[in-house]
């Protein structure tokens, strides 16, 4: 018997060698509630497969590489070879830890409107989602911004304007372009935190009832503490953890939404403590002496363990608590008013503790480009050098040093971030007004280029590649299966069954007792057809935890939203609300054969037959389903024959051991799989009167256990489960969504490898070829892997074109795109529907999350929001190609227009002594970094080097945009030699062709400049757009008619003459032509891959 097993803790070590060492069939074993004491199993071991022996393997496993390297690296060359940074790591962690030592989370005990008797103090029930107060805002978002390497340069040059020794131009034309930068995005941020504020504020100043000894008084959210008393009305959000003391639902249960804390849109039925609600009124709170004992506070949302404990009644009551007595904040009350006691508040609630400040993500271009400005930082402090030493190092060197850093600090161009802001701006635009893909919102604007460089694709499977609306498809009884075309025949076997057994019962309504007991020892005969599909039926209608829900009438008043029972239950109004829709779907199948469920509270639930009878079965006992064990099973008593019987259901994998003997079991599971069904196994077994008191006296024992309450559950509920009987296999298909696996294909052609996660594998089967196949692991496998072969694991897994992980938690799906980062070096996307996928999400590079059945939470946490995975295509391959390669152009384009500049003061400088003069002065700096050629660059934006529709038809053009060709050190070179050649054309150009007075070489080299960057950007530009053209003749005309007001540069009359003109023409044609003719050639001889395709 269960009560005899000895109940010991599974030790760690113990936990880890039994996954490490089972094989499949163990597995299954192991998977099943671990109750035995190992010694036996240990006893069996080899000698090498002891515990000591297996830790002191694990250990070398991990050490014994490391070992090595600490023995040749000694004292000081350890200490240059990294030791220096690992002791300045371990102290400056030391120290945080000091700092931020948080206060050790501990159970508690609660009474019930005493919050004083409290022995611990605990967090204010505040939500803050600020990231800056008063004091802090404009220190941390200006360390935020010059944190970034070009930020902090161009600070210095400007601070360094203020010496007079330094000061080369106008104030102005430093500090007006880093003043916008920081002004725009202070008021961004002044903005987002103010948004921030009000919503913490609107939240916190939520008015609620709080019951005292005096009555209701209200009280706000942010003032409720540990132990108070709180009244929750329907539609009104939960403000803390609470248990569920009493609700105004005759039921004594409520639903409530859980759609902002887990993602799941399905409502969850909550059941008060049955001590408190069965007290006359509601002040009877007062009038008793009770506490509420609470383990301490953790993540787990979907586990609670405590005891109620009332001490003035004799003798003292004790009820078990468990998750369905648990109310947790920023979840919703759906139906009824609520009352609960306190138990967490602030940071300690379920929901905070699950709220992970989501990292700042930073695309891998705007990496590339950081480490292109520093190379070009280093090119400026050597041509610096160079000038100096050119000089001779005469007077002070040093300050010409600087001066010279200063005249070349547009190498590094500060517009470069503000032209790629803006243009990721422009990109979030374009993707969210793309009728091909409508409903996409852009949540991160700061990483759009990443969609085009994305190698690694980790979906879900529910809901992302699937509907989530599950169909019945399929009912197997061992010798006969059922599929959609023959569900008549088993709604006919239903009325057959029914009809007869009202008969029976009219005739001889007091015999079905004796009648159970001398058949359960009476020899097994072969039962029929009908009386099996009769037995089957009538267990998948039982064996669940659907709620069937009625809409109020029309014309009725009240709060109450459902029908009272009686027995006119209407059809049309009904609908049905459960944890899973797999389990609505098996209950809509029974009521289309016959047998409906009209009528679920607490205790029971009645089913009306197809001849319009009800039949009332008591519940005794639920044991819902967990990741865990797999299954679930109902204790239910008839009312007519008083007959107790236990069903279960659950996955093959945990009840193939529960069930009795069969040849058929795994075999069509097997079948129901390839046919892409979602399969359960029902069972049932019949208990007498004694076995159920018996397992009912050590079931509430075990419940109210403190220590490994759930352990010994699992033991007693064990018991049960033993030589059941095989009633069916089910099959339910969640059908996939449109065009789900040419999207699939076409990500696959593009190169990109998809990871799959959830409780099937067979979407992949399509991708299957004679030389490659899909990985499949399940999650239990997959925890083993990723603790002891973590590289092995990662290794061969980036060498499938496919992975699918069956049955992972969300902490292992976020593990693995990790794993994939540190061990691939290449860029993820992460794509969910539901809060459980939240945490990949948020890991993987570019998140992207589909508003589906299941909430919006993962659409909310993405950087990407989609309404169905096929435009997920469209968003690569046209928006990610587009964004990256724009991007690209876009940044070396801003960086040549600072070369240039930069080349002609070096050239003007060399040939005038190395003086550290400026070439251009004032609003000539100014106009050109801005209104001259911005437009014209900015345009650039809008380029296209391959139509959508071309994209779309070869995404095998995707492969070269994650090789980063469009922006590497090779492409940067080449524009580097492009700068230099164009600016000592312009400049030698200018010197050689002006004749008397030096205005005239800034005039001609200035326009001839301007020229050339307007015939540069055409150059670039692959696709026109009609805005392009707009913008280059936006940008001459501006400066022609600057021309005007610019006498303080130029000579005006000098201008306007033809000699003026021809030698600018000369000199544009001479730095843009060779460029042209190369540009042709090469187009012509080494075509792109994608200029192949278009012509």
Same mark, same amino acid.
């Given at each position: 018997?269960?009560?005899?097993?000895?109940?010991?803790?599974?030790?760690?070590?113990?936990?880890?060698?039994?996954?490490?060492?089972?094989?499949?069939?163990?597995?299954?074993?192991?998977?099943?509630?671990?109750?035995?004491?190992?010694?036996?199993?240990?006893?069996?071991?080899?000698?090498?497969?002891?515990?000591?022996?297996?830790?002191?393997?694990?250990?070398?496993?991990?050490?014994?590489?490391?070992?090595?390297?600490?023995?040749?690296?000694?004292?000081?060359?350890?200490?240059?070879?990294?030791?220096?940074?690992?002791?300045?790591?371990?102290?400056?962690?030391?120290?945080?830890?000091?700092?931020?030592?948080?206060?050790?989370?501990?159970?508690?005990?609660?009474?019930?409107?005493?919050?004083?008797?409290?022995?611990?103090?605990?967090?204010?029930?505040?939500?803050?989602?600020?990231?800056?107060?008063?004091?802090?805002?404009?220190?941390?978002?200006?360390?935020?911004?010059?944190?970034?390497?070009?930020?902090?340069?161009?600070?210095?040059?400007?601070?360094?304007?203020?010496?007079?020794?330094?000061?080369?131009?106008?104030?102005?034309?430093?500090?007006?372009?880093?003043?916008?930068?920081?002004?725009?995005?202070?008021?961004?941020?002044?903005?987002?935190?103010?948004?921030?504020?009000?919503?913490?504020?609107?939240?916190?100043?939520?008015?609620?009832?709080?019951?005292?000894?005096?009555?209701?008084?209200?009280?706000?959210?942010?003032?409720?503490?540990?132990?108070?008393?709180?009244?929750?009305?329907?539609?009104?959000?939960?403000?803390?953890?609470?248990?569920?003391?009493?609700?105004?639902?005759?039921?004594?249960?409520?639903?409530?939404?859980?759609?902002?804390?887990?993602?799941?849109?399905?409502?969850?039925?909550?059941?008060?403590?049955?001590?408190?609600?069965?007290?006359?009124?509601?002040?009877?709170?007062?009038?008793?002496?009770?506490?509420?004992?609470?383990?301490?506070?953790?993540?787990?949302?979907?586990?609670?363990?405590?005891?109620?404990?009332?001490?003035?009644?004799?003798?003292?009551?004790?009820?078990?608590?468990?998750?369905?007595?648990?109310?947790?904040?920023?979840?919703?009350?759906?139906?009824?008013?609520?009352?609960?006691?306190?138990?967490?508040?602030?940071?300690?609630?379920?929901?905070?503790?699950?709220?992970?400040?989501?990292?700042?993500?930073?695309?891998?271009?705007?990496?590339?480009?950081?480490?292109?400005?520093?190379?070009?930082?280093?090119?400026?402090?050597?041509?610096?050098?160079?000038?100096?030493?050119?000089?001779?190092?005469?007077?002070?060197?040093?300050?010409?040093?600087?001066?010279?850093?200063?005249?070349?600090?547009?190498?590094?161009?500060?517009?470069?971030?503000?032209?790629?802001?803006?243009?990721?701006?422009?990109?979030?635009?374009?993707?969210?007004?793309?009728?091909?893909?409508?409903?996409?919102?852009?949540?991160?604007?700061?990483?759009?280029?990443?969609?085009?460089?994305?190698?690694?694709?980790?979906?879900?499977?529910?809901?992302?590649?699937?509907?989530?609306?599950?169909?019945?498809?399929?009912?197997?009884?061992?010798?006969?299966?059922?599929?959609?075309?023959?569900?008549?025949?088993?709604?006919?076997?239903?009325?057959?069954?029914?009809?007869?057994?009202?008969?029976?019962?009219?005739?001889?309504?007091?015999?079905?007792?004796?009648?159970?007991?001398?058949?359960?020892?009476?020899?097994?005969?072969?039962?029929?057809?009908?009386?099996?599909?009769?037995?089957?039926?009538?267990?998948?209608?039982?064996?669940?935890?659907?709620?069937?829900?009625?809409?109020?009438?029309?014309?009725?008043?009240?709060?109450?939203?459902?029908?009272?029972?009686?027995?006119?239950?209407?059809?049309?109004?009904?609908?049905?609300?459960?944890?899973?829709?797999?389990?609505?779907?098996?209950?809509?199948?029974?009521?289309?054969?016959?047998?409906?469920?009209?009528?679920?509270?607490?205790?029971?639930?009645?089913?009306?037959?197809?001849?319009?009878?009800?039949?009332?079965?008591?519940?005794?006992?639920?044991?819902?389903?967990?990741?865990?064990?797999?299954?679930?099973?109902?204790?239910?008593?008839?009312?007519?024959?008083?007959?107790?019987?236990?069903?279960?259901?659950?996955?093959?994998?945990?009840?193939?051991?529960?069930?009795?003997?069969?040849?058929?079991?795994?075999?069509?599971?097997?079948?129901?799989?390839?046919?892409?069904?979602?399969?359960?196994?029902?069972?049932?077994?019949?208990?007498?009167?004694?076995?159920?008191?018996?397992?009912?006296?050590?079931?509430?024992?075990?419940?109210?256990?403190?220590?490994?309450?759930?352990?010994?559950?699992?033991?007693?509920?064990?018991?049960?489960?033993?030589?059941?009987?095989?009633?069916?296999?089910?099959?339910?298909?969640?059908?996939?969504?449109?065009?789900?696996?040419?999207?699939?294909?076409?990500?696959?052609?593009?190169?990109?490898?998809?990871?799959?996660?959830?409780?099937?594998?067979?979407?992949?089967?399509?991708?299957?070829?004679?030389?490659?196949?899909?990985?499949?692991?399940?999650?239990?496998?997959?925890?083993?892997?990723?603790?002891?072969?973590?590289?092995?694991?990662?290794?061969?897994?980036?060498?499938?074109?496919?992975?699918?992980?069956?049955?992972?938690?969300?902490?292992?799906?976020?593990?693995?795109?990790?794993?994939?980062?540190?061990?691939?070096?290449?860029?993820?996307?992460?794509?969910?529907?539901?809060?459980?996928?939240?945490?990949?999400?948020?890991?993987?590079?570019?998140?992207?999350?589909?508003?589906?059945?299941?909430?919006?939470?993962?659409?909310?946490?993405?950087?990407?929001?989609?309404?169905?995975?096929?435009?997920?295509?469209?968003?690569?391959?046209?928006?990610?190609?587009?964004?990256?390669?724009?991007?690209?152009?876009?940044?070396? +384009?801003? %960086?040549?227009?600072?070369?240039? =500049?930069? @080349? #002609?003061?070096? /050239? !003007? *400088?060399? $040939?005038?002594?190395?003086?550290?003069?400026?070439?251009?002065?004032? +609003?000539? %700096?100014?106009?050109?970094?801005? =209104?001259? @050629? #911005?437009?014209? /660059? !900015? *345009?650039? $934006?809008?380029?296209?080097?391959?139509?959508?529709?071309?994209?779309?038809?070869?995404?095998?053009?995707?492969?070269?945009?994650?090789?980063?060709?469009?922006?590497?050190?090779?492409?940067?070179?080449?524009?580097?030699?492009?700068?230099?050649?164009?600016?000592?054309?312009?400049?030698?150009?200018?010197?050689?062709?002006?004749?008397?007075?030096?205005?005239?070489?800034?005039?001609?080299?200035?326009?001839?400049?301007?020229?050339?960057?307007?015939?540069?950007?055409?150059?670039?530009?692959?696709?026109?757009?009609?805005?392009?053209?707009?913008?280059?003749?936006?940008?001459?005309?501006?400066?022609?008619?600057?021309?005007?007001?610019?006498?303080?540069?130029?000579?005006?009359?000098?201008?306007?003459?033809?000699?003026?003109?021809?030698?600018?023409?000369?000199?544009?044609?001479?730095?843009?032509?060779?460029?042209?003719?190369?540009?042709?050639?090469?187009?012509?001889?080494?075509?792109?891959?994608?200029?192949?395709?278009?012509?």
């Amino acid at each position: 018997m269960a009560d005899q097993i000895p109940l010991h803790p599974v030790p760690r070590s113990s936990q880890r060698r039994a996954a490490y060492y089972t094989s499949a069939a163990a597995a299954q074993r192991h998977n099943r509630y671990q109750v035995e004491d190992e010694s036996s199993h240990l006893d069996e071991m080899p000698l090498m497969m002891s515990e000591e022996g297996f830790e002191n393997d694990e250990s070398d496993y991990h050490t014994l590489p490391r070992a090595r390297i600490s023995q040749r690296r000694r004292g000081l060359e350890w200490f240059i070879c990294g030791g220096w940074k690992f002791l300045c790591t371990s102290c400056t962690d030391w120290l945080i830890n000091i700092c931020r030592r948080r206060k050790e989370l501990k159970a508690r005990t609660v009474w019930l409107g005493c919050p004083e008797k409290c022995e611990e103090k605990y967090p204010k029930n505040a939500i803050k989602n600020q990231k800056y107060n008063v004091f802090t805002f404009i220190p941390g978002v200006l360390y935020e911004q010059f944190k970034f390497f070009l930020n902090l340069y161009f600070l210095v040059v400007s601070c360094s304007q203020f010496v007079p020794a330094l000061k080369i131009g106008y104030l102005y034309t430093y500090w007006a372009p880093l003043g916008f930068v920081l002004t725009v995005t202070v008021v961004r941020e002044a903005v987002d935190e103010f948004r921030r504020y009000k919503r913490d504020k609107e939240m916190n100043s939520q008015l609620y009832s709080k019951l005292t000894v005096r009555g209701k008084v209200q009280v706000k959210s942010s003032d409720i503490q540990v132990g108070d008393l709180i009244i929750v009305e329907k539609n009104q959000r939960i403000p803390s953890d609470m248990v569920f003391l009493r609700t105004s639902e005759k039921t004594g249960s409520c639903f409530i939404r859980t759609d902002q804390l887990d993602g799941e849109t399905d409502w969850k039925l909550k059941v008060a403590v049955s001590c408190t609600q069965r007290l006359p009124a509601l002040g009877d709170l007062f009038s008793i002496n009770a506490y509420v004992y609470a383990q301490k506070p953790q993540l787990d949302i979907h586990s609670f363990e405590g005891t109620f404990t009332r001490e003035d009644s004799d003798p003292a009551v004790h009820e078990s608590l468990s998750i369905e007595n648990t109310l947790w904040a920023s979840t919703v009350v759906a139906s009824g008013t609520v009352i609960g006691v306190v138990i967490y508040t602030g940071k300690e609630t379920r929901s905070v503790m699950n709220t992970s400040n989501p990292k700042n993500k930073v695309g891998l271009l705007d990496l590339e480009l950081n480490q292109l400005t520093k190379a070009l930082f280093l090119a400026l402090v050597a041509l610096s050098v160079v000038m100096v030493t050119l000089q001779g190092f005469v007077g002070p060197w040093y300050r010409n040093l600087f001066r010279f850093l200063l005249l070349f600090s547009y190498i590094i161009p500060i517009s470069l971030r503000v032209n790629l802001d803006m243009g990721k701006a422009a990109y979030g635009w374009m993707i969210m007004k793309d009728d091909n893909i409508p409903g996409t919102v852009v949540r991160t604007s700061t990483i759009p280029e990443e969609l085009g460089r994305l190698v690694y694709l980790l979906t879900d499977k529910t809901g992302t590649l699937t509907q989530n609306e599950m169909i019945f498809k399929r009912l197997h009884l061992g010798t006969v299966s059922y599929g959609t075309d023959t569900m008549d025949e088993i709604q006919s076997h239903i009325i057959n069954s029914y009809s007869q057994v009202h008969s029976q019962n009219s005739g001889n309504s007091t015999s079905s007792t004796p009648s159970r007991k001398s058949q359960s020892s009476a020899p097994k005969v072969r039962k029929s057809v009908s009386s099996r599909i009769h037995e089957a039926v009538k267990a998948i209608a039982l064996c669940h935890n659907v709620t069937p829900v009625y809409e109020s009438r029309a014309g009725v008043s009240g709060e109450t939203e459902y029908a009272e029972v009686d027995q006119d239950f209407s059809d049309e109004n009904r609908t049905y609300q459960a944890s899973s829709p797999d389990e609505v779907a098996l209950v809509q199948w029974t009521e289309s054969v016959g047998l409906t469920l009209v009528n679920r509270d607490l205790t029971s639930m009645q089913l009306k037959t197809p001849g319009g009878h009800i039949l009332t079965y008591y519940i005794l006992q639920i044991f819902p389903f967990t990741s865990e064990s797999k299954r679930m099973g109902i204790i239910v008593r008839d009312e007519s024959s008083g007959e107790i019987t236990f069903y279960m259901k659950g996955a093959d994998v945990a009840m193939s051991t529960i069930v009795q003997y069969n040849d058929w079991l795994e075999e069509e599971c097997g079948n129901m799989a390839r046919e892409g069904l979602r399969t359960l196994v029902v069972a049932k077994k019949s208990l007498t009167e004694e076995q159920y008191q018996d397992f009912e006296s050590r079931y509430n024992q075990a419940k109210l256990s403190i220590h490994d309450r759930n352990l010994k559950v699992a033991a007693v509920v064990e018991s049960l489960e033993r030589e059941m009987e095989l009633l069916c296999l089910t099959g339910v298909e969640d059908q996939l969504q449109a065009d789900v696996r040419p999207t699939l294909e076409m990500l696959r052609n593009a190169g990109i490898k998809v990871t799959t996660r959830g409780e099937a594998h067979l979407e992949l089967n399509a991708f299957r070829r004679k030389h490659d196949c899909a990985l499949v692991i399940s999650g239990d496998s997959l925890e083993v892997c990723l603790k002891y072969y973590e590289h092995e694991f990662v290794e061969l897994a980036c060498q499938c074109p496919a992975v699918v992980c069956c049955r992972c938690s969300p902490t292992q799906k976020a593990h693995i795109v990790k794993l994939l980062q540190h061990h691939t070096g290449k860029r993820t996307c992460a794509i969910g529907d539901g809060g459980n996928d939240v945490s990949m999400i948020q890991a993987a590079d570019c998140g992207i999350g589909i508003e589906g059945k299941e909430g919006k939470q993962a659409s909310l946490a993405a950087d990407f929001s989609i309404t169905q995975f096929k435009h997920i295509g469209r968003l690569l391959m046209v928006h990610g190609r587009n964004s990256y390669k724009r991007s690209a152009a876009l940044g070396q +384009f801003v %960086m040549h227009r600072g070369l240039i =500049i930069s @080349t #002609m003061q070096a /050239v !003007f *400088s060399s $040939v005038f002594y190395f003086a550290s003069v400026p070439l251009y002065q004032g +609003f000539l %700096m100014v106009g050109y970094a801005t =209104i001259y @050629t #911005m437009f014209p /660059v !900015f *345009s650039l $934006v809008l380029d296209q080097d391959v139509k959508p529709e071309m994209a779309l038809l070869y995404p095998e053009l995707y492969k070269d945009l994650t090789k980063g060709r469009s922006l590497s050190f090779k492409t940067f070179l080449i524009w580097v030699l492009i700068s230099i050649y164009q600016g000592g054309i312009l400049m030698y150009g200018a010197l050689l062709l002006f004749e008397s007075e030096f205005v005239h070489v800034v005039a001609i080299s200035f326009t001839a400049l301007i020229l050339t960057e307007l015939l540069m950007v055409a150059l670039t530009i692959r696709t026109w757009h009609w805005l392009m053209v707009v913008a280059e003749f936006l940008s001459l005309g501006c400066y022609v008619a600057s021309l005007a007001f610019l006498n303080e540069y130029f000579d005006v009359a000098f201008i306007t003459t033809v000699t003026f003109l021809w030698k600018v023409s000369a000199i544009t044609v001479v730095s843009c032509l060779p460029l042209y003719i190369l540009k042709y050639l090469k187009r012509k001889f080494s075509p792109p891959s994608y200029s192949k395709l278009t012509s």
